[in-house]
């Protein structure tokens, strides 16, 4: 079972940047597709990043130019750098290993982004 550690989170002001970090225990990190999600109070859980074994990546146009995913798999860590961060990026965000755009495993505790107006 992989476990999954969030962090970086934190307060920042519109216009601002963060930088995420997951920490997957386990040693198939590498051959795992990866994926950041978010969730806002009372919305859905929706996937934000994913980045492929190989490294290719994908953004939704809502994050498009502002968020980037990468990945050090000597680390078992992947990352999501934000900037030009809005208030509608507040949420908790997540990571996973994905199946296809599905997550594999259980959540982990996910880390706190709030962006103030």
């Known amino acids: 079972q992989v476990q999954l550690v969030e962090s970086g989170g934190g307060l920042v002001q519109t216009g601002g940047s963060l930088r995420l970090s997951c920490v997957a225990s386990g040693s198939i990190f590498s051959a795992m597709d990866m994926g950041w999600y978010r969730q806002a109070p009372g919305k859905e859980r929706e996937l934000v990043a994913t980045i492929t074994r190989g490294g290719n990546t994908n953004t939704p146009d809502s994050v498009k130019g502002r968020f980037t995913i990468s990945r050090d798999n000597a680390k078992n860590t992947v990352y999501l750098q934000m900037h030009n961060l809005k208030f509608e990026d507040t949420a908790v965000y997540y990571c996973?290993?994905?199946?296809?755009?599905?997550?594999?495993?259980?959540w982990g505790q996910g880390t706190q982004v709030a962006v103030s107006l």
């Open positions: 996973n290993a994905l199946i296809g755009l599905r997550p594999r495993y259980p």
